[in-house]
């Protein structure tokens, strides 16, 4: 397996005839999927989505892939081609929009609605264009074609991207559910028929590349789903990702069957089913859906509520009802039926959501207790087929943290596929296909760009340690007014403390530090207050660690006498 080095140069420029790609996010994290391919001085973005913040970066909302290497070539960008629509493949279309608005967006019917929706919060409104699986379709020197693949999001596609320097065939997110709910399997026609084409290029969806065999199919959760309902002896409060349109159709039926009704709770939730209602691609049965005011009337036996707040999120209507905080009030006998699955990293703010909720005296089903959640990604053995069945020249992993690229590079190599033909990169290494081969050439800057309230990158990883610091460790500000001619203190410091333990005494050991740091710094004729400030700065640190263990942030500030 070819893996990038970290002593890679920048990318020279594309030799002619080569094609380029380079993916902007995605590559050793599970979100923010961007990939960026050039050919013939054009480029083609497939799929533009943010990454969720984890606990070392507090304050962010969301983090978006880095576009500096393509900013001064925007007029350059031909289409912005989404291949589903979850956030995390569209969530940052509106932030590239807004520095060039009239990019055409390319996506399915579904797909775009999201989008649009998202965007009209934006104040934005695209050239979209509509695609359908078997279209195909060019954008510049790119020939896209657009292939069915199954997902937990409906409409989601696989695109084959033919140019002259070869064809690449990127799966998106996909898996391989035989008896899919709305019976749109993924094309394994098309990609066998790609594949006897001559596919140069294989990106493929590692998410779940170490979990061996078969992802289950969506059915097989219909008999746990039924039961809550038929067995739960008052309301069921159901929580889903908003964009899971079958997993909650399969709700809805089930409810229906057992003669309760349903109301959707929580603004995505209420928009993203109106949509998919819309569209076609929620079947709703007459009379079921009902606002949460005529939802009153109803016995509890009879009461279903579909919200969002599955991953433990603090606003969402689920953990707002675990903290009491919600007018949905948790009661003894109430069912909540989780039906997602638990991302990497928010364990323990669902399992917060599910103590709150059990100590109300509901009933949680999730997971963990029964079958209610089926991932949305192939499993190893679902990847294996697609490589026997595509036979491609190189493998190029993408969609995972490193443990799921290299599981998936392995299983490409268990196929047949050449190890040095298997391409394992992360953010920002650049990936050229030329004569036929493909080899990593360099990189391009792959920051994380932080989107913090109003303030679209100024949230720097510095900023974000001083939070930390500021959380974990506290605040100090010494203030200290000093002599202008003698460069010694005129008077005792003051201390200003915040998160660090304190007492009276506390700071009694450190002004003979400060003392003796501005006497040295008068013998050596420093008497520049940002100087001295830096040098209290540290002289503080430093005896905070000695005498307590702790490294607060020390802010310091000098006053001529």
């Given at each position: 397996?070819?893996?990038?080095?970290?002593?890679?140069k920048?990318a020279?420029p594309?030799p002619?005839?080569?094609?380029?790609?380079v993916?902007?996010?995605?590559?050793?994290?599970?979100?923010?999927?961007?990939?960026?391919?050039e050919?013939?001085?054009?480029?083609?973005?497939?799929?533009?989505?943010?990454?969720?913040?984890?606990?070392?970066?507090?304050?962010?909302?969301?983090?978006l892939?880095?576009?500096?290497?393509?900013?001064?070539?925007?007029?350059?960008?031909?289409?912005?081609?989404?291949?589903h629509?979850?956030?995390?493949?569209?969530?940052?279309?509106?932030?590239l929009l807004?520095?060039?608005?009239?990019?055409?967006?390319?996506?399915?019917?579904?797909?775009?609605?999201?989008?649009?929706?998202?965007?009209?919060?934006?104040?934005?409104?695209?050239?979209?264009?509509?695609?359908?699986?078997?279209?195909?379709?060019?954008?510049?020197?790119?020939?896209?074609?657009?292939?069915?693949v199954?997902h937990?999001?409906?409409?989601?596609?696989?695109?084959?991207?033919r140019?002259?320097?070869?064809?690449?065939?990127?799966t998106?997110?996909?898996?391989?559910?035989?008896?899919?709910?709305?019976?749109?399997?993924?094309?394994?026609?098309?990609?066998?028929?790609?594949?006897?084409?001559?596919?140069?290029?294989?990106?493929?969806?590692?998410?779940?590349?170490?979990?061996?065999?078969?992802?289950?199919?969506?059915?097989d959760?219909?008999?746990?789903?039924e039961?809550?309902?038929?067995t739960?002896?008052?309301?069921?409060?159901?929580s889903?990702?908003?964009?899971?349109?079958?997993?909650?159709?399969?709700?809805?039926?089930?409810?229906?069957?057992?003669?309760?009704?349903?109301?959707?709770?929580?603004?995505?939730?209420?928009?993203n089913?109106?949509?998919?209602?819309?569209?076609g691609?929620?079947?709703?049965?007459q009379?079921?859906?009902?606002g949460?005011?005529?939802?009153?009337?109803?016995?509890?036996?009879?009461?279903?509520?579909?919200?969002?707040?599955?991953?433990?999120?603090?606003?969402?209507?689920?953990?707002?009802m675990?903290?009491r905080?919600?007018?949905?009030?948790?009661?003894?006998?109430?069912?909540?039926?989780?039906?997602?699955s638990?991302?990497?990293?928010?364990?323990?703010?669902?399992?917060?959501?599910?103590?709150?909720?059990?100590?109300?005296?509901?009933?949680?089903?999730?997971?963990?207790?029964?079958?209610?959640?089926?991932?949305g990604?192939?499993?190893a053995?679902?990847?294996?087929?697609?490589?026997?069945?595509?036979?491609?020249r190189?493998?190029?992993?993408?969609?995972?943290?490193?443990?799921?690229?290299?599981?998936n590079?392995?299983?490409?190599?268990?196929?047949?596929?050449?190890?040095?033909?298997?391409?394992?990169?992360?953010?920002?290494?650049?990936?050229?296909?030329?004569d036929?081969?493909?080899?990593?050439?360099?990189?391009?800057?792959?920051?994380?760009v932080?989107?913090?309230?109003?303030?679209?990158?100024?949230?720097?990883?510095?900023?974000?340690?001083?939070?930390?610091?500021?959380?974990?460790?506290?605040?100090?500000?010494?203030?200290?007014?000093?002599?202008?001619?003698?460069?010694?203190?005129?008077?005792?410091?003051?201390?200003?403390?915040?998160?660090?333990v304190?007492?009276?005494?506390?700071?009694?050991?450190?002004?003979?530090?400060?003392?003796?740091?501005?006497?040295?710094?008068?013998?050596?004729?420093?008497?520049?207050?940002?100087?001295?400030?830096?040098?209290?700065?540290?002289?503080?640190?430093?005896?905070?660690?000695?005498?307590?263990?702790?490294?607060?942030?020390?802010?310091?500030?000098?006053i001529?006498?």
């Amino acid at each position: 397996m070819s893996h990038p080095h970290p002593e890679l140069k920048v990318a020279p420029p594309l030799p002619k005839g080569g094609l380029r790609i380079v993916a902007l996010g995605g590559l050793g994290e599970i979100g923010r999927n961007m990939t960026v391919f050039e050919y013939n001085g054009k480029l083609l973005v497939v799929d533009c989505g943010v990454l969720f913040p984890e606990e070392h970066q507090p304050g962010v909302d969301v983090i978006l892939p880095d576009f500096t290497s393509i900013r001064d070539r925007l007029d350059d960008v031909v289409a912005i081609v989404l291949t589903h629509g979850h956030e995390d493949h569209i969530g940052a279309v509106p932030y590239l929009l807004r520095e060039r608005r009239d990019i055409p967006v390319i996506g399915s019917k579904l797909t775009l609605a999201f989008l649009e929706a998202k965007l009209k919060e934006h104040g934005i409104k695209p050239r979209s264009v509509r695609v359908k699986e078997g279209d195909r379709r060019g954008f510049g020197p790119f020939d896209c074609e657009f292939v069915a693949v199954n997902h937990s999001i409906p409409d989601s596609l696989a695109i084959a991207i033919r140019t002259g320097a070869g064809m690449v065939l990127h799966t998106g997110d996909f898996k391989m559910d035989q008896f899919p709910l709305d019976e749109r399997i993924t094309d394994l026609r098309a990609f066998a028929r790609l594949g006897e084409e001559g596919v140069d290029l294989f990106l493929t969806d590692s998410t779940n590349a170490e979990v061996p065999g078969f992802t289950t199919s969506e059915r097989d959760l219909n008999p746990a789903i039924e039961q809550v309902m038929r067995t739960a002896p008052r309301r069921v409060i159901v929580s889903s990702f908003a964009s899971h349109v079958h997993r909650i159709q399969q709700v809805l039926d089930a409810a229906h069957q057992y003669g309760r009704k349903v109301a959707f709770v929580g603004r995505s939730m209420v928009r993203n089913m109106g949509i998919a209602r819309d569209l076609g691609y929620l079947k709703v049965p007459q009379g079921l859906i009902v606002g949460l005011k005529e939802l009153e009337k109803l016995p509890d036996h009879q009461i279903t509520l579909v919200c969002t707040g599955s991953q433990g999120e603090p606003m969402a209507a689920l953990s707002r009802m675990a903290n009491r905080d919600h007018m949905i009030r948790i009661g003894e006998g109430d069912t909540v039926l989780l039906a997602s699955s638990l991302i990497p990293g928010n364990e323990n703010a669902i399992y917060r959501v599910i103590n709150g909720l059990t100590r109300w005296g509901a009933n949680v089903v999730h997971k963990g207790n029964a079958k209610v959640h089926v991932s949305g990604h192939a499993s190893a053995g679902e990847l294996v087929y697609c490589y026997n069945i595509v036979k491609p020249r190189h493998v190029m992993p993408v969609h995972g943290e490193w443990r799921h690229l290299r599981a998936n590079g392995d299983l490409a190599i268990r196929t047949g596929v050449e190890p040095d033909r298997v391409i394992i990169a992360e953010d920002g290494v650049v990936v050229d296909l030329v004569d036929g081969r493909a080899s990593i050439t360099g990189k391009v800057p792959a920051g994380n760009v932080y989107v913090d309230g109003m303030a679209v990158g100024g949230a720097t990883e510095a900023s974000l340690k001083d939070r930390v610091t500021l959380a974990e460790e506290g605040v100090v500000t010494v203030v200290a007014i000093v002599d202008a001619d003698t460069g010694a203190l005129a008077e005792a410091p003051d201390f200003l403390a915040r998160g660090f333990v304190h007492d009276e005494s506390t700071f009694e050991t450190v002004v003979p530090v400060i003392e003796k740091v501005l006497a040295k710094a008068a013998l050596e004729g420093v008497g520049d207050a940002l100087q001295l400030e830096q040098l209290i700065s540290r002289a503080v640190a430093s005896w905070a660690f000695r005498t307590h263990r702790r490294k607060p942030l020390v802010i310091p500030v000098i006053i001529d006498a």
